[in-house]
């Protein structure tokens, strides 16, 4: 079965970094692309970033555009997000999730992680 | 990024059907969209529940009820996800999303009370 295991998450300060990762297991990971999303404490779901199946495309959210990275290494199966100049209210649970292509050329997410809490405060 | 509007709260009954709502912003037409939707329980992760295209054309999640469907209502830019016979176990918060393309885009979800 899919298994997205995110780890990395803590406590840091602003503008400070971190990197978040994602084991991936059950499916082929190197055929998928992959995301990140989060979720604020009490707050909704935001789509973070995309990055395709061998990673030659990356999309990034505009509230993390120039700071966060997106990355892989299939050989590891393993996603990635690097987060520098993080601010406070990128303090969030941050979802890796499996893309999946649908009808009509439509992207969307089918599998999601546990999560991994990210807390930006001095 | 465009912002797809749904109402905070709603509720209804066990055994009663619930109708949430996902309207797009004016300069989206819902009519050339697939509507996703996801649900959520507190201290888990989403869980993909289907997509709505066209009665021809939707897509349900893996083991997910058929009490969970799909609609649309062009007239009012809208995508509807209807949960018929309501247990207490849909109790949760229900989120829409589209892929305009190059971005995701949810919707601020609802959060489903099972009365």
């Known amino acids: 079965q899919v298994q997205l295991v995110e780890s990395g998450g803590g406590v840091v300060q602003p503008g400070g970094s971190l990197r978040l990762s994602c084991a991936a297991s059950?499916?082929?990971?190197?055929?998928?692309?992959m995301h990140w999303v989060r979720q604020a404490p009490g707050k909704g779901l935001e789509w973070v970033a995309f990055i395709r199946h061998d990673g030659s495309i990356k999309y990034y959210g505009d509230s993390v555009k120039g700071r966060f990275t997106i990355s892989r290494d299939n050989s590891k199966n393993t996603l990635y997000l690097q987060m520098n100049s993080l601010r406070a209210e990128d303090t969030a649970v941050y979802y890796c999730?499996?893309?999946?292509?649908?009808?009509?050329?439509?992207?969307?997410?089918?599998?999601w992680g546990q999560g991994a809490l990210v807390t930006v405060s001095s | 990024q465009p912002v797809l509007t749904q109402p905070p709260s709603s509720s209804a009954s066990p055994g009663e059907s619930a109708r949430l709502t996902c309207t797009l912003p004016s300069d989206i037409n819902v009519g050339s969209h697939n509507i996703y939707w996801y649900q959520q329980k507190p201290g888990s992760p989403p869980r993909y529940l289907l997509y709505?295209?066209?009665?021809?054309?939707?897509?349900?999640g893996s083991g997910v009820p058929s009490r969970f469907s799909g609609s649309k209502d062009a007239s009012a830019n809208t995508g509807i996800l209807l949960i018929s016979g309501l247990q207490s176990e849909d109790e949760a918060d229900y989120y829409c999303?589209?892929?305009?393309?190059?971005?995701?885009?949810f919707g601020g979800g609802t959060k489903l009370t099972v009365l």
């Open positions: 999303m589209i892929w305009p393309g190059n971005v995701w885009v």
């Open positions: 709505y295209y066209s009665d021809s054309d939707k897509g349900q």
């Open positions: 059950g499916f082929t990971f190197g055929n998928y692309g």
């Open positions: 999730a499996k893309d999946r292509l649908s009808s009509r050329g439509s992207y969307y997410f089918d599998y």
